[in-house]
């Protein structure tokens, strides 16, 4: 079965500073990958995706991940966060190709930004 | 645009008591999918469905129900609450399958239902 792991359970930084999360999941096939956040009181957003094509993916408010397949990891990225960047954020992974799939969520790396 | 729409948003049950969690949503998706989400666990799939008239068991199925009669609906119950299903829990749907390259944008997830069982 497969499993997504997030290695760093909750990260502080300061504003302006830059942002790497961890992500990797344990799958043999190929897989659709995804980045999703949680802002405080709020239910789960969608922040990016990959599914085929360029492994760098590109998603809202400034965030990028890298898709290493090789490393079977799907990073979260951004240069240069802000507060307003605090927030819980899920790497999440599903079969691809499968007609009956759901996504399998990591635990979770909770971010928060010193202003 | 309602999206997903879960009720309720609160709830307070004593150990052994039962109770149903509605989540609808107006999209028109086949999938439909209950997850529950702990500190430091993340979000466990209980039960999803892949269309109206079928369940399937997720990863944490063990004291809860689900019911997928309309398309549009999909409940959750709980036959007799326990402390140790003390959770957030969300609800979401998709167009079609996740796994598909032709599919959905992931989720759209409901805004939650905080259950607290004492």
């Known amino acids: 079965a497969q499993s997504v792991s997030q290695h760093n359970h909750h990260v502080i930084l300061s504003e302006a500073a830059s942002l790497e999360l961890g992500c990797n999941y344990s799958?043999?096939?190929?897989?659709?990958l995804f980045w999703y956040v949680q802002y405080p009181g709020q239910h789960l957003q969608l922040l990016l995706k990959?599914?085929?094509?360029?492994?760098l993916v590109k998603g809202i408010k400034g965030f990028e991940a890298e898709f290493i397949k090789s490393k079977f990891s799907f990073n979260l990225r951004k240069p240069s966060v802000q507060w307003s960047d605090t927030a819980e954020y899920f790497c999440?992974?599903?079969?691809?190709?499968?007609?009956?799939?759901?996504?399998?969520f990591g635990s979770g790396t909770r971010l928060s930004i010193r202003p | 645009n309602a999206g997903v729409t879960q009720t309720p948003k609160f709830r307070v049950l004593k150990t052994g008591q039962s109770m149903t969690l509605l989540c609808a949503q107006d999209m028109n998706h086949e999938y439909m999918y209950w997850y529950r989400q702990d500190p430091g666990m993340g979000l466990r799939l209980i039960h999803y469905?892949?269309?109206?008239?079928?369940?399937a068991k997720g990863e944490v199925p063990d004291g809860y129900n689900v019911s997928r009669l309309k398309k549009q609906n999909f409940l959750l119950g709980l036959e007799s609450a326990a402390p140790s299903q003390t959770s957030v829990y969300f609800c979401?749907?998709?167009?079609?399958?996740?796994?598909?390259?032709?599919?959905?944008?992931?989720?759209?997830f409901g805004s939650g239902t905080r259950l607290t069982v004492v």
């Open positions: 990959y599914f085929s094509g360029d492994p």
């Open positions: 979401a749907s998709s167009y079609s399958s996740v796994g598909m390259l032709g599919g959905p944008y992931g989720y759209t």
């Open positions: 999440a992974v599903t079969p691809r190709y499968s007609s009956a799939s759901k996504i399998i």
């Open positions: 469905s892949v269309g109206e008239g079928t369940t």
């Open positions: 799958y043999g096939g190929t897989v659709n």
